[in-house]
């Protein structure tokens, strides 16, 4: 089993930024990859960002590239999200997850552990 706790979330106005992180504990050397998803009211939980977890290859949605970054402290199993440049449609719940398998990071199905989530808010 691996636990996930997110923070960091909160208000921002727009141009602004903030900062995740999700601190991994338990079974972590199962870990191949973690995950950022994001679930906004009414829509589907969709991918952000996810990194590769030995070799630190990182990966982003269209949407997001160019002002978000994911990096990940591997001593501490944490990973982070710096989300720069905030525009009001990224206003959602944040998720970060582990995936044991790897295969398209994307996909949520790949991933078996799943954060609380953590609120993000961006005003206009």
């Known amino acids: 089993q691996v636990q996930l706790v997110e923070s960091g979330g909160g208000l921002a106005q727009a141009g602004g930024s903030l900062r995740l992180s999700c601190a991994a504990t338990g079974q972590t050397f199962s870990t191949v990859a973690m995950g950022w998803f994001r679930q906004a009211p009414g829509k589907e939980r969709e991918f952000v960002s996810a990194i590769n977890w030995s070799v630190g290859s990182t990966y982003y949605a269209d949407s997001v590239k160019g002002r978000f970054t994911i990096s990940r402290d591997y001593a501490k199993n944490t990973v982070y999200l710096q989300m720069n440049s905030l525009k009001p449609e990224d206003t959602a719940v944040y998720y970060c997850?582990?995936?044991?398998?790897?295969?398209?990071?994307?996909?949520?199905?790949?991933?078996?552990?799943w954060g609380q989530g953590t609120q993000v808010t961006v005003s206009s």
């Open positions: 997850a582990v995936t044991p398998y790897g295969g398209i990071l994307s996909d949520t199905n790949q991933y078996k552990y």
